[in-house]
């Protein structure tokens, strides 16, 4: 399966970004199970009101958060209170954006260095 080119896929770092920047009021609340959260496919932020703590990928927002994860656990290991956390989302819905999902979060990382993402890409992204 051919890769979309690399202008795809800067667009689309471009139009997620400030979904991920966005002020942190209109970013999704913490609430149980997280049946706030969409269903698509796409890239998230856990984030507090001043920064990024975290950028990452999944086919299935909701299903992601409602698993457990880790930087959310960390967050509140670190004395965050649940309050002055926020989700933000961007939906990716066509599936050959969707295919692409590591491209995308990988030149996030790149752009934004979330403190509780450990890793970031080495290779071309």
Known sequence: MARLSNEIIQAEVDRI???L???FEDCYPLVKRFSNLPMDAGIYAL???DEILY???TSNIRTRFQAGHKCLSDSLID???A???RI???SVIPIELARELERIEGRLLLLVRPPYNVLYPTREV
Do not use: N, S, T
């Open 17 to 19: 970004l400030p979904i």
């Open 21 to 23: 920047q966005a002020d």
């Open 47 to 49: 984030r507090d009101r």
């Open 55 to 57: 950028i990452g990928k």
């Open 79 to 81: 004395q965050r209170l």
């Open 83 to 85: 309050r002055d956390l």
């Open 88 to 90: 933000a989302a961007a």
